[in-house]
Each structure stands twice: as structure tokens, then as C-alpha cells.
């Protein structure tokens, strides 16, 4: 592809994000660090940005194939990717099909337990304020996105589960829940950041087994083994 890279123009916690000669693009470079607990707890998962790069790349090419607009360009290598140049909505949206994590914390609902239906879920992006839930009302009334924005992000949010879902059964793995954030780009609301295991919940269909970031939050060990046997699920090795 016919861009340069310039500037690093952000580090995040798992990836640092470059300008290029193209202001409508960006270059992501996917990191081995690791952190949870807003930033608490961090470490190395050795391969990882490795990982996460590719199975985000399968995954938002598969979720195009299926209509669903997303930021992805082109991989350029193993860790780097061109991205569009979205202004990212400052929400975390949690789609969730078994409860698990802080859903279980908040609800005394034991892991494993399976609601009627996918449950949405609305966070605030700010690492000052630990990511609060919040509901749309909120959104809608300090601005964080329009009516009309929320429409899309909600009804986008459930057709990437409901697809996803179906795909990670189909390699013996249970979807459980997993987090999207959308971005702004000519006046269109498409899907952006990243889909892997850091962001993602996966159990093995049959013996329940953690397949992601969990195994790190959790001090389980087998936690690089983990992302490499969803990867071998995929397909992608
Ligand atoms: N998640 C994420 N980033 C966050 C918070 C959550 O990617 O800042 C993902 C997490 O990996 C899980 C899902 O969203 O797949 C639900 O997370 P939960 O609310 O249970 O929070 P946690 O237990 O991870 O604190």
C-alpha cells in the first residue's frame, strides 16, 4: 500500500497508533503488554500483539463480508495494520451471552449462567473514572453520541454478536461476552478498535476452559497457550 507511516500520535496500553501520509488513515501497532484492572495488574503475554492483530484483522474482514462496516484497510505485518481515521466514540460497548466478570460481581448471578437473551451494555470511556456503566440516557444527555448514533451502535452491536456468536461455536468455543467501540468517520458511525482475546470472553464449548484474557486477570497460567489455541481454532495457524 502506498502510505508512509509518520508520527506516533498515541500510546495506548496495548497499542500504539500512528499518523500517516494519508490524514484519513492510521497505522495500529499491536504491543505484547498486557494490563487489567485499569492498569493495576500489568505484564507481557509473548505473542500477543502478534495475535490480536491478525484475529482482529480475520475477524473485522469476516464481519464486512457480512455487512458490517468497520475501520479495517489492510495488515501490513504481523503487529501493524491500516486503519481508517475514525474519531472514536468515547462509549465501551459490552455484548453479553453468559454472565461472567463484573456482570456476575454486580448481580451475585454465578459465572457460567445463561440470561434469556444477549444483554447490552453501555460504558463511559474514561480511564480516570475506571470506565463507569451508564445507560443511553446518559449518552444521549451529555452528548456522547445522538439519537441516531446510539441506534446504529446499538443495532450494530447485537448483529456483530449474533454473527460472532455463531462463528466461535462453530470452532467449539462459547462466545461469552466481549467489548466494541465505535467510531466517526464521514458522517457514518462504523466499528473500530480491536476483537481478541484481551477484549473478548471465550470458553471452550465442552470442557468450559478460560481461552483468553481471564487466564492473565486471574494469575491461571497457560495464558500465551490460551490465545495461541484460538488462533489454531480460527484457522489462522
Ligand atoms: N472488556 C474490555 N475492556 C474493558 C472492560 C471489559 O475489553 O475495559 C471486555 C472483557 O474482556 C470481557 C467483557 O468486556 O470480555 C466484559 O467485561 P466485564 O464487564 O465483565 O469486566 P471485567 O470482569 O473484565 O472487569
Same mark, same amino acid.
Given at each position: $500500500?502506498?502510505?508512509e507511516?509518520?508520527?506516533?500520535?498515541?500510546e495506548g496500553?496495548?497499542?500504539?497508533?500512528?499518523?500517516?501520509?494519508?490524514?484519513?488513515?492510521?497505522?495500529?501497532?499491536?504491543?505484547?503488554?498486557?494490563?487489567?484492572?485499569?492498569?493495576?495488574?500489568?505484564? !507481557?503475554?509473548v505473542?500477543?500483539?502478534? +495475535?490480536?492483530?491478525? &484475529?482482529?484483522? *480475520?475477524? &473485522?474482514? &469476516?464481519?464486512?463480508?457480512?455487512?458490517?462496516e468497520?475501520? *479495517?484497510?489492510? /495488515?501490513? #505485518?504481523?503487529?501493524?495494520?491500516?486503519?481508517?481515521n475514525?474519531?472514536?466514540? %468515547?462509549?465501551?460497548? +459490552? $455484548?453479553r451471552?453468559?454472565?461472567?466478570g463484573?456482570?456476575s460481581?454486580?448481580t451475585g448471578? %454465578? /459465572?457460567? /449462567?445463561? %440470561?434469556?437473551?444477549p444483554?447490552l =451494555?453501555l460504558y *463511559?470511556? #474514561?480511564?480516570?473514572?475506571?470506565?463507569p456503566?451508564?445507560? #443511553?440516557?446518559?449518552?444521549?444527555?451529555?452528548?456522547?453520541a !445522538?439519537?441516531d448514533e446510539?441506534?446504529v451502535?446499538?443495532? !450494530?452491536?447485537?448483529?456483530?454478536?449474533d454473527?460472532?456468536?455463531?462463528?466461535?461455536a462453530?470452532?467449539?468455543?462459547?462466545?461469552v461476552?466481549f467489548?466494541?467501540?465505535?467510531g466517526? *468517520?464521514?458522517?457514518?458511525? +462504523?466499528?473500530?478498535? =480491536?476483537i481478541s482475546p484481551?477484549t473478548?470472553?471465550?470458553?471452550? #464449548?465442552?470442557?468450559?476452559?478460560k481461552?483468553?484474557?481471564?487466564r492473565?486477570?486471574?494469575? $491461571?497460567?497457560?495464558?500465551e497457550?490460551?490465545?495461541h489455541? &484460538?488462533?489454531?481454532?480460527?484457522?489462522?495457524?
Amino acid at each position: $500500500m502506498d502510505i508512509e507511516q509518520k508520527e506516533q500520535l498515541y500510546e495506548g496500553k496495548a497499542k500504539k497508533v500512528f499518523a500517516t501520509s494519508d490524514p484519513d488513515l492510521l497505522i495500529v501497532d499491536y504491543k505484547d503488554d498486557a494490563t487489567a484492572f485499569n492498569g493495576v495488574k500489568r505484564g !507481557t503475554i509473548v505473542g500477543k500483539g502478534v +495475535i490480536n492483530n491478525r &484475529m482482529t484483522n *480475520y475477524i &473485522m474482514q &469476516m464481519l464486512e463480508k457480512e455487512g458490517v462496516e468497520t475501520h *479495517y484497510v489492510e /495488515e501490513l #505485518s504481523d503487529r501493524r495494520t491500516v486503519v481508517k481515521n475514525v474519531k472514536i466514540v %468515547p462509549l465501551e460497548v +459490552i $455484548m453479553r451471552n453468559v454472565v461472567a466478570g463484573s456482570l456476575s460481581k454486580r448481580t451475585g448471578l %454465578p /459465572e457460567g /449462567e445463561i %440470561p434469556s437473551m444477549p444483554i447490552l =451494555e453501555l460504558y *463511559y470511556k #474514561s480511564d480516570e473514572l475506571g470506565d463507569p456503566m451508564i445507560n #443511553s440516557d446518559h449518552a444521549l444527555a451529555f452528548g456522547w453520541a !445522538t439519537a441516531d448514533e446510539l441506534a446504529v451502535i446499538e443495532k !450494530t452491536a447485537r448483529k456483530v454478536n449474533d454473527i460472532l456468536k455463531k462463528f466461535f461455536a462453530g470452532v467449539g468455543v462459547d462466545l461469552v461476552d466481549f467489548k466494541i467501540e465505535f467510531g466517526r *468517520y464521514h458522517g457514518k458511525i +462504523i466499528l473500530a478498535d =480491536e476483537i481478541s482475546p484481551d477484549t473478548c470472553r471465550f470458553w471452550d #464449548s465442552k470442557t468450559k476452559e478460560k481461552l483468553d484474557k481471564d487466564r492473565f486477570r486471574r494469575d $491461571m497460567g497457560g495464558v500465551e497457550g490460551a490465545y495461541h489455541e &484460538m488462533m489454531r481454532r480460527i484457522g489462522l495457524k
